[in-house]
């Protein structure tokens, strides 16, 4: 993990609980991680793994639902965003950190033209004057390659297509030079060669921006080509993080493992049956005592029913939150 | 032909069914109209543009492409949920299209549909024993307790409890709701099934499980599958030849391994070079051809080739005027496209040659 100068953001023990009928939910469970300036960071997991949530509570969505409880810190540059004066958080979030969601159809207010929407967070955070905003703006979206991007800034969202609003909003993300970019699910709803040209422009965005990026997806051939390191998550708590490659190539955590044996790959043979991951995922509201993959997985023992794996060191630069990593480095399989 | 037969396309050998259902020049128009009380035609939108393709009894045939370029509404039209504007559906010989009331109902109960989102298309005030038990009820098939047996049947059959027949399906996930809708599909003895994206609404680790189950029931019941889908993995994975569509038409249809391993369209290696591999290793050597803009509007499809705006080796003159016919460029491997199919072209080997079409002109990372 990156030294603390280095540090743009670090979560620390990160908890997200919501109170439902049901108790409470632990959506987000003691998540710690960091990310350096300018670094692709992909966070992968399937739905309700509490992926989301985290970059809600980052960008502090999260805290202003009324059953939501936030605890932990999560440092921007050193400083507490959850124990900042509001003021100074308002600073950051929208300016510092921006967030591009998964749905361009509904994150886009209809009723306003594009012009407004990409100006108003020029006015609000770099205080232009809303001439300088709109010049501004022309340029974000010639940057993120909508033609004719100055005859178009009165067009309101409908007169785009799914990929150009995805482009809109990526304009309107980057338009206060963030440090940090959130993008949750940035290319789900989206066409596959959409798409390729969607996670081109994060790429190369991110590289002349010099902005970090924390990519949300459950897509893992997203975040393959993209991202230098990958966090997976599961129920709430992140259970491995290392580089892209060597985690791809050599998992150290069984819910890994069986992502990446469950999807069916262009790059190598086909094969009769694909391995499953068996059963479903856990309710959050009722977790199991121990590793709460534990009824899912192949390796799982009496030790991982009775405690909690903690995320733990296990190569240079990799951590795992499983009792049996070193079983999966000498080449266990499931059945 | 039977299970027996299916069971080989798993590695990719031909599947030497005979025809079960045949498309010609099938055209599905969507009328856009203008005015509220006097509504007067002023165009329309070419979803389905002209089909004609074979789907053989036993296999699994991929229908892929782009949000928008007709591949439900084929589906759809094939099953006749939605009319065809013109052109014939034939079903062993006969054809659907001019069918009505009960000899269509006799019809539907040997093709079915599984649709893609299990939380939509299960009626939520129904248990799911009514769910499945309902097409056996609209079709007069046996008495109740008869079907109350085959519902427990059905239910044991896609991996299902017997025993949870009386709740509602709020009370199972979103794999066990695919799975409910599979035993209604599969209700009334279906040998064809319309998969539409079967498993686009599930979560990763339970699309396995899905995949995994249809081509189960293929084997057991020597089904014909229609199988519609945007994920090219998961086509590979399953269907033993692939028809890919681009606004309203085929492009290229062939075998599977040769689609994957030699694409002939331009259009077919944008597609499966913009598919994401999770493998870090394998994205850094890859050449992707990046295609540009959007997919065209179907109210207005582009002259000539519907694919020449966005083609990176289009060739003005030819391919902005003239339409491709889908030709047979070499036994069952079909193409519509001037590059490949012109006598004079010098892209004619293209297929045998990974990528040529494009290795000029495309945009390379």
Not at chain 2, 48 to 66: A, C, I, K, Q, Y
């Amino acid at each position: 993990m990156g030294v603390v100068g280095n540090t743009l953001l670090r979560l620390t023990d990160l908890t997200v609980d919501f109170a439902s009928q049901e108790g409470m939910v632990h959506a987000v469970n003691r998540v710690s991680l960091d990310v350096a300036p300018g670094e692709l960071v992909g966070l992968v997991g399937e739905s309700g793994c509490g992926k989301s949530v985290t970059a809600g509570a980052i960008i502090g969505l999260t805290g202003m639902l009324p059953n939501a409880t936030v605890s932990g810190s999560i440092e921007f540059l050193g400083r507490d965003l959850l124990t900042l004066p509001e003021v100074e958080v308002r600073a950051v979030r929208g300016r510092e950190i921006s967030m591009i969601f998964q749905d361009p159809v509904t994150s886009l207010n209809p009723v306003l033209s594009i012009e407004r929407l990409m100006t108003e967070g020029l006015e609000l955070h770099l205080g232009m004057s809303h001439a300088d905003a709109v010049a501004r703006s022309i340029e974000l979206l010639d940057e993120v390659g909508i033609p004719k991007a100055a005859g178009r800034i009165r067009s309101y969202p409908h007169q785009f297509s799914g990929g150009m609003r995805q482009r809109v909003m990526i304009a309107i993300a980057l338009s206060c030079n963030p440090k940090l970019l959130l993008a949750d699910e940035p290319t789900t709803a989206l066409d596959v060669t959409i798409q390729a040209q969607i996670l081109r422009l994060l790429r190369k965005l991110s590289r002349e921006h010099k902005a970090a990026v924390l990519v949300i997806t459950h897509d893992l051939g997203v975040v393959a080509g993209m991202c230098r390191r990958i966090l997976v998550m599961y129920a709430g708590r992140i259970v491995e993080n290392g580089p892209a490659k060597s985690l791809f190539a050599r998992p150290h955590h069984p819910y890994t493992v069986g992502l990446l044996k469950s999807v069916p790959r262009l790059n190598e043979p086909r094969r009769e049956t694909l391995q499953t991951i068996s059963g479903l995922p856990p309710d959050l509201a009722h977790l199991p005592p121990g590793c709460a993959f534990a009824p899912r997985c192949f390796l799982a023992t009496d030790e991982c029913w009775a405690a909690e794996p903690e995320l733990e060191p296990t190569e240079e630069g990799r951590l795992s939150a499983c009792f049996h990593w070193e079983t999966l480095r000498e080449g266990a399989a499931p059945a | 032909m039977t299970g027996a037969a299916a069971t080989g396309s798993a590695t990719g050998t031909t599947v030497a069914g005979d025809t079960l259902i045949r498309l010609e020049d099938l055209r599905v128009h969507f009328p856009i109209t203008s005015g509220i009380v006097f509504q007067k035609k002023v165009g329309a939108v070419h979803a389905v543009d002209g089909l004609t393709f074979d789907v053989r009894r036993g296999e699994t045939l991929g229908l892929v492409g782009e949000s928008g370029c007709g591949k439900s509404t084929t589906g759809r039209a094939i099953l006749q949920l939605i009319r065809p504007t013109t052109g014939r559906v034939l079903y062993e010989g006969g054809d659907l299209a001019h069918l009505r009331g009960r000899r269509l109902r006799e019809q539907r109960k040997r093709m079915q549909m599984i649709f893609q989102d299990p939380y939509a298309s299960l009626n939520s005030r129904m248990t799911i024993g009514d769910v499945i038990g309902e097409p056996l009820l609209v079709h007069k098939m046996g008495g109740k307790a008869w079907r109350k047996a085959e519902v427990r049947r059905l239910l044991e059959t896609v991996g299902i409890n017997p025993n949870t027949l009386n709740r509602y399906p709020h009370e199972f996930s979103g794999g066990q709701r695919q799975r409910i809708g599979i035993a209604r599909a599969l209700a009334v003895g279906p040998n064809f099934i319309v998969c539409d994206e079967p498993i686009s609404a599930l979560d990763v680790s339970i699309r396995a499980q899905i995949i995994n189950l249809l081509r189960q029931l293929q084997r057991e019941l020597g089904l014909t599958y229609l199988f519609i889908a945007h994920d090219l993995s998961v086509v590979r994975h399953i269907c033993d030849r692939v028809a890919v569509m681009y606004l309203g038409r085929v492009v290229e249809l062939a075998e599977n391994a040769e689609l994957y391993d030699a694409p002939m369209h331009p259009y077919t290696q944008a597609l499966l070079s913009a598919v994401p591999i999770p493998d870090p290793e394998a994205e850094g050597r890859r050449r992707p051809v990046v295609l540009t803009g959007d997919v065209p509007s179907p109210v207005e499809p582009p002259s000539g080739c519907h694919f020449h705006t966005r083609c990176p080796a289009a060739r003005e003159g030819l391919c902005d005027v003239e339409d491709p016919s889908l030709l047979e460029v070499r036994p069952g491997r079909w193409a519509a496209c001037h590059l490949i199919t012109a006598t004079d072209s010098p892209h004619i080997r293209a297929g045998e040659d990974d990528f040529a079409v494009v290795a000029e002109g495309g945009e390379t990372a």
